[in-house]
């Protein structure tokens, strides 16, 4: 059974910083390129950053600069390091891997208040 698991969301005041973590089971996690979305409120989802099998990177513009993302293949883990957080990157997070079939996690809210 494929599970992927978020954590590392909460409250935080504008300017400041979260780390998230999704980490996969039941899949050959190292071949795989991970995904983070984000979904606010009355938003579509939107992709936030990638990181592909060889890691390489790349990041919505709304969040160059910001926010890296990075995976650890003895942990079946990918991270998403958010800085310099602004209200507006308030929603839930996402990783998602793979496209047939896809995998999503049950997300973590992140609030950035100002």
């Known amino acids: 059974q494929v599970q992927l698991v978020e954590s590392g969301g909460g409250l935080v005041q504008a300017g400041g910083s979260l780390r998230l973590s999704c980490t996969a089971s039941?899949?050959?996690?190292?071949?795989?390129?991970i995904n983070w979305y984000r979904q606010a409120p009355g938003k579509q989802r939107e992709l936030v950053a990638v990181i592909t099998s060889g890691s390489s990177t790349n990041y919505a513009d709304s969040v160059k600069g910001r926010f890296t993302i990075s995976r650890d293949n003895t942990k079946n883990t990918v991270y998403l390091q958010m800085n310099s957080l602004k209200p507006e990157d308030t929603a839930v997070y996402y990783c998602n891997a793979g496209r047939v079939p896809s995998y999503w996690g049950q997300g973590t809210q992140v609030t950035v208040s100002s």
């Open positions: 039941g899949i050959r996690f190292s071949v795989y390129a």
